[in-house]
Nanobody, 125 residues
Framework: QVQLVESGGGLVQAGGSLRLSCAASENIFSSFAAGWFRQAPGKEREFVAAINWSGDNTYYSDSVKGRFTISRDNAKNTLYLEMASLKSEDTAVYYC??????????????????WGEGTQVTVSS
């Protein structure tokens, strides 16, 4: 069982930056694809970004492309999301997720096997 713990959320002004981290409990995380999802109040959860196990393949939603960067450090079993040029519409609870399959993490109807508890990101305008 892989446990995922997010950190780094908080309150930031529009146009600012924030870095989220997701620490995994097991070394097997380094062989998994991973991603970030978010859910705003009253809205469904949406995909944000994904990365394959080695870090050389990434995928982003159109809404964050060019502003957010996903990366990972497998030596530390940690996933990151660098967020820049933040907008009020980026306000949400951000979740990290992991799955053996990159397709599952990136597919709109995919449901990764492992999820964190989430971290709140609030962007003030």
């Amino acid at each position: 069982q892989v446990q995922l713990v997010e950190s780094g959320g908080g309150l930031v002004q529009a146009g600012g930056s924030l870095r989220l981290s997701c620490a995994a409990s097991e070394n097997i995380f380094s062989s998994f694809a991973a991603g970030w999802f978010r859910q705003a109040p009253g809205k469904e959860r949406e995909f944000v970004a994904a990365i394959n196990w080695s870090g050389d393949n990434t995928y982003y939603s159109d809404s964050v492309k060019g502003r957010f960067t996903i990366s990972r450090d497998n030596a530390k079993n940690t996933l990151y999301l660098e967020m820049a040029s933040l907008k009020s519409e980026d306000t949400a609870v951000y979740y990290c997720a992991a799955d053996p399959s990159f397709v599952v993490v990136t597919h709109p109807e995919g449901n990764p096997a492992y999820w964190g508890e989430g971290t709140q990101v609030t962007v003030s305008s």
